[in-house]
């Protein structure tokens, strides 16, 4: 079992709707991650945070708003979201605070976006 | 740019099959770690090599790092159905926190 917790596992929202998307571990891990996956691709970074900083945001677009509100959880806020975005979002942690590539991750939500 | 080229893509083979997947790049990594991914699920971290020449057994699962550590492999003993899966092979990215992925490879083994 993933001891990386990831709720919703399947999301269906329309263009205009709202949501949310929830990660949580309590492995103590100080760095926590959200990927994006499409089909038959590897992960893609989206943001990392550090010590429930945002450290890295890779040009992601505003409509989607991460946010950490203790170390042992992250959410990723979605609005006004377009059908080329559905795919697994992945959430991650690490122990590490300089990354070694040892990623947890959950079971992944899959969203779809209509 | 740190890149990390697996081959082959896609590997169909017979139950009972041995398999060799490989992971390459023109960079040094200081660790290379190994995953795999069952449809709709997360990767699950297989294992992490660091020492250059480093050889790692899981069960059937031999890892292999590269002496100059800028290439993997992963070899698979007797193949079996329950090894389905995406394999990532992954390293630190330079400038902490980012992994770099690989492709993956698309196993599928047949009963």
């Known amino acids: 079992d993933t001891e990386v917790t990831q709720t919703p596992k399947h999301l269906v929202m329309g263009m205009t709707n709202k949501k949310s998307l929830k990660c949580e571990q309590h492995m103590g891990h100080r760095a926590m991650y959200w990927y994006k996956q499409k089909a038959k691709k590897p992960p893609e970074l989206m943001f990392v945070?550090?010590?429930?900083?945002?450290?890295i945001n890779e040009s992601v677009p505003s409509r989607f708003s991460p946010e950490c509100p203790n170390s042992s959880l992250l959410n990723l806020h979605l609005h006004a979201l377009q059908p080329e975005d559905s795919a697994l979002y992945l959430c991650?942690?690490?122990?590490?605070?300089?990354?070694?590539?040892?990623?947890?991750f959950g079971e992944g939500s899959r969203l779809t976006v209509l | 740019t740190q890149l990390l080229e697996q081959s082959p893509q896609f590997l169909s083979i017979q139950e009972g099959e041995n398999l060799t997947v490989y992971c390459n790049s023109s960079?040094?990594?200081?660790?290379l770690q190994w995953y795999r991914q069952e449809p709709g699920e997360g990767p699950v971290l297989l294992v992490t090599?660091?020492?250059?020449?480093e050889v790692k057994k899981l069960k059937r699962l031999t890892f292999q790092f590269g002496d100059a550590r800028k290439d993997s492999s992963l070899h698979i003993t007797a193949a079996q159905p329950g090894d389905t899966g995406l394999y990532l092979c992954a390293g630190d990215g330079t400038g902490g926190f980012k992994t770099i992925f690989g492709a993956g490879t698309r196993l599928f083994v047949k009963a």
């Open positions: 960079s040094v990594f200081s660790s």
């Open positions: 090599v660091v020492t250059g020449g």
């Open positions: 991650a942690s690490s122990p590490a605070l300089l990354n070694t590539g040892e990623l947890f």
């Open positions: 945070y550090s010590y429930e900083k945002l450290s």
